[in-house]
């Protein structure tokens, strides 16, 4: 697993009822179950802060609508001549 991001995960954990359903669909698993008893009775999913890819199967396979957001950051425009360079800090673009 890799330490860099190339997205960001953001949980609603009042929405999460727990089921666990994205931590085993995750494919770098930096999603855990977390100690966070939500106000429904659920232990909420939780995202690790590093080595989201931004797929997106979180997102997809989730049955609570609203409950996960995931951010995929942009590639920043190569600079012409240099093909495959990135330059500053990458934006977030929902998926």
Request: net charge positive.
């Amino acid at each position: 697993m890799t330490s860099t991001s190339r997205g960001d995960v953001i949980i609603n954990a009042h929405l999460c009822k727990g089921c666990s359903l994205c931590t085993v669909a995750c494919p770098p698993r930096v999603l855990i179950q977390s100690d966070f008893l939500n106000r429904q009775g659920y232990y909420a999913i939780a995202y690790s802060g590093t080595g989201c890819t931004g797929c997106g199967i979180c997102f997809y396979v989730c049955p609570e609508p609203g409950a996960i957001t995931v951010l995929r950051y942009k590639e920043a425009a190569a600079p012409a001549g240099k093909p495959g360079s990135a330059q500053g800090m990458p934006e977030p673009a929902a998926v």
